[in-house]
């Protein structure tokens, strides 16, 4: 495994809508465990593709247990509740916003091996696959954030 560079706010890079995955292949598993190494390291509790300079439809997200679960072409089903709560993100250093987000959600998404899952993420959990799903269509934090 490999630690990889973090994009930084700034670059176009962040803006752009990621591609669908359709390879799930053994490269795949390999940037996979790199973003969660990338992402501990980096003491953050999710990252996207996009941030490590992949425009592909995937993240890496740790859950309040301590489990990873990785978001592969992740669709939002359902989402209901309304929670405000300060956010972050490894791409935005030093910025902290109060961000609205959903308190439950319902996702569908993919596993590395390309197997269909459906599960659903409440309260912080929910915020983090959130904000990564944000990542993959060009939304920063912030573009949410309402005043505290
Ligand atoms: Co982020």
New binding site residues.
Partial sequence: MAKRDIVKDGDPLLRKTSREVTAFDARLGHILDDMVETMVAAD?V???AP?IGLLRRFAVCQMTSGEIVELINPKLLEGDGRAILNE?????PGKYMQVPRFAHIKLAYQDREGKLVEREFFDFDARVCQ??M??LDGI??YDKAVKA
């Fill in positions: 953050g999710g990252l996207a941030q972050g993100c490894l791409s935005v904000h990564e944000d990542h920063l934090f």
